[in-house]
């Protein structure tokens, strides 16, 4: 059973901090792995992509991996109210099976003015 | 990135009729992939369109149901059969790259409400 786990929140951040997101994943197959963003209403918009150990850096966000603690994490700097949404995790097995994704059940993140 | 057409946005329904739903890539993609996201919900994977063959089905879902078809590189379409308030939900599809490592995104979406 492949499982991707996050605490559904919401977590309140003021505007201006840093929020950090967390992710766990069950299947140690799993290659790559995202963060999307969902606004209310929305479909989900790709934020980060990671595929090795480390840090990776886009803009506000960082994405870090590591995958013998299965663990992916997302940081957002100097967080704005417009960051408030729903974020959601999501692994795959990548390879044959492509970018079939699982998700995790999403944390809501409120940033307050 | 990809860019994907989904249509319609939103639909309203009666109970017992089916609804298809289209998605158009506007390049060549290996996969495609149909998402159902409930209510306050995260998504969950219907199933796995490939050309040229059948769909591959997720535990849960059937193809008497959610019957999909994929001719050609570039759409895909995925149709609701005999629905009930319960399949009320967003349907999405995802489109992937033939690469490694290329991310998947999505359609705009649809937002089905069986009344």
């Known amino acids: 059973q492949k499982e991707v786990e996050q605490n559904s929140g919401p977590l309140s951040v003021p505007e201006g901090a840093i929020a950090s997101l967390n992710c766990t994943y069950s299947?140690?197959?799993?290659?790559?792995f995202f963060w999307y963003r969902q606004y209310s209403g929305k479909s989900p918009e790709l934020i980060m992509s990671?595929?090795?150990?480390g840090d990776k850096e886009d803009g506000r966000f960082t994405a870090q991996l590591n995958k013998a603690s299965q663990y992916v994490s997302l940081l957002i700097r100097d967080s704005q109210p417009s960051d408030s949404a729903t974020y959601l995790c999501?692994?795959?097995?990548?390879?044959?099976?492509?970018?079939?994704?699982?998700f995790g059940g999403g944390t809501r993140l409120m940033v307050k003015p | 990135s990809a860019v994907i057409s989904q249509k319609p946005s939103r639909d309203i329904c009666q109970r017992g009729t089916s609804l298809t739903i289209q998605c158009q890539v506007d390049s060549q993609v290996t996969m495609m992939f149909w998402y159902r996201q409930q209510p306050g919900q995260s998504l969950t994977l219907i199933a796995t369109a490939n050309q040229g063959s059948e769909a591959t089905y997720e535990s849960g879902f059937v193809i008497d149901k959610f019957p999909i078809s994929r001719p050609n590189l570039t759409f895909s379409t995925l149709t609701v059969s005999n629905m009930s308030p319960e399949d009320s939900s967003i349907y999405l599809c995802?489109?992937?790259?033939?690469?490694?490592?290329?991310?998947?995104?999505f359609g705009q979406g649809t937002r089905l409400t069986v009344v």
């Open positions: 990671i595929y090795s150990n």
């Open positions: 999501a692994v795959s097995l990548n390879g044959n099976a492509g970018n079939m994704l699982t």
């Open positions: 995802s489109a992937d790259g033939s690469r490694e490592n290329t991310e998947a995104f």
């Open positions: 299947d140690r197959g799993s290659q790559s």
